[in-house]
């Protein structure tokens, strides 16, 4: 795997790491989980801003050094919005993504082959995210070339898909009880969730 994730590093242009204000966001997140015991420290941290067009990377694999192992696109939920992300659901059937502090589970074989399963670690955000199998995956809808024919990623059905390319060696990096946080200015989300206003 080590050589896998080399050779991927290596062939990935120069990235840009993300936003100071989503990476402190995960780490309070993060802090507050551990604290919980729901998560261990030490750990790489995977940041997804959604704020951001699906055209644009933004989806971040940090080490816990703080840089960055990845820069991906990144695909959100046909309910969630075309390009641009709007609205976040935890809902089943509502084909929307979900935001807040997951942490990442066992992998498996499926019908988007290799497959990361998510559990989410806010109840009424992302709780559900077993039972919608909310999973990270490959998907050839969420390439740069896709983005050079239709102007925007395809959408999933609220899963963050990844392109193909890099999904086995990004899932294998992250597997197994890291975090991954989903970022969006959703209002309620940030006045409600406890994991960002841990005492």
């Known amino acids: ?22 990476v402190s966001s995960a780490r309070q997140a993060v802090d507050c989980a551990v604290k919980r015991g729901d998560l261990q420290s030490g750990q790489l941290l995977t940041v997804i801003d959604y704020r951001l067009p699906s055209s644009e990377p933004r989806l971040w694999v940090l080490d816990p050094d ?22 976040f659901s935890d809902v089943q059937g509502s084909h929307q993504s979900s935001l807040g ?24 955000w992302n709780g559900r995210a077993r039972e919608r199998a909310i999973v990270v995956h490959g998907a050839d809808y969420a390439t740069a070339d896709f983005v050079a024919r239709h102007g925007r990623l395809g959408r999933s059905w609220g899963c963050p898909a990844v392109r193909p390319e890099i999904s086995r060696a990004l899932i294998d990096a992250i597997a197994g009880g890291s975090p991954l946080f989903a970022y969006f200015d ?14």
């Open 1 to 22: 795997m080590l050589l896998t994730l080399l050779a991927v590093l290596l062939a990935t242009p120069s990235v840009a790491a993300p936003r100071a204000d989503v």
């Open 66 to 87: 703080g840089s960055v192992l990845f820069e991906e696109l990144v695909a959100h939920g046909q309910g969630t919005g075309a390009d641009q992300a709007r609205d």
């Open 101 to 124: 502090l997951f942490v990442t589970a066992e992998t498996y074989t499926g019908k988007h082959g290799h497959s990361l399963r998510l559990d989410g670690l806010e109840p009424g």
């Open 186 to 199: 959703d209002p309620a989300w940030l006045a409600s969730s406890e994991l960002l206003r841990c005492r």
